[in-house]
């Protein structure tokens, strides 16, 4: 069955305030996303089309494990744990295991942008700022952009395997 975004894609405001627009231009880049795996089915999602193994449906999964860690284990700093890290340390979060499926993957992202807008308008503002154990002074504005850059980033890798895959090429 061929997969279905869930979500619509809204261009950003032009015209904003701070917080407004950047968590715009995220929630943009967000589903820009799933816009890429649009008429897809399962095995198109999960074929690895470069050397690294990397597929559309591991970008989305690296996604949820990047939106979960920044925002709520580094930024909110819940008592949870990282996801996708096996017993060994190894990280997952590109690997389709077995037992993953499509909707599970799309729900864990899903899930994941939730809890991070939540993490956002809990904040007093961009200016908040936590102790983390690993970098110092974490501020929340350094998270909004740096997820903006990752999940952009990520967009044009999942361009490039679109197309390989169907040709399909598009923004």
């Not at 869930?6 to 816009?35: C, F, K, M, Q």
């Not at 992202?109 to 961009?126: F, K, M, N, P, T």
Request: with cysteine; net charge negative; hydrophobic share 40%.
């Amino acid at each position: 069955m061929p997969f279905t975004n869930p979500i619509s894609r809204s261009e950003p405001p032009r015209n904003a305030g701070e917080r407004e627009a950047l968590v715009g231009w995220l929630d943009y880049h967000r589903a820009t996303l799933l816009t890429k795996l649009e008429g897809l089915d399962d095995a198109q999602l999960r074929r690895p089309m470069v050397p690294s193994g990397v597929c559309l449906l591991g970008l989305v999964k690296h996604l949820t494990a990047v939106e979960h860690g920044w925002f709520v284990v580094d930024f909110a700093q819940a008592e949870e744990h990282y996801l996708f890290v096996r017993a060994d340390g190894t990280e997952t979060d590109f690997v389709i295991e077995p037992g993953d499926t499509t909707e599970s993957v799309i729900s864990g992202y899903l899930q994941a942008c939730e809890r991070g807008r939540a993490v956002i308008a809990d904040a007093e503002s961009l200016d908040a700022t936590v102790q983390h154990p690993e970098v110092g002074e974490l501020g929340l504005r350094w998270v909004v952009t740096h997820m903006i850059e990752e999940t952009a980033r990520h967009n044009g890798h999942a361009d490039i395997i679109r197309e390989l895959i169907d040709g399909a090429t598009g923004d």
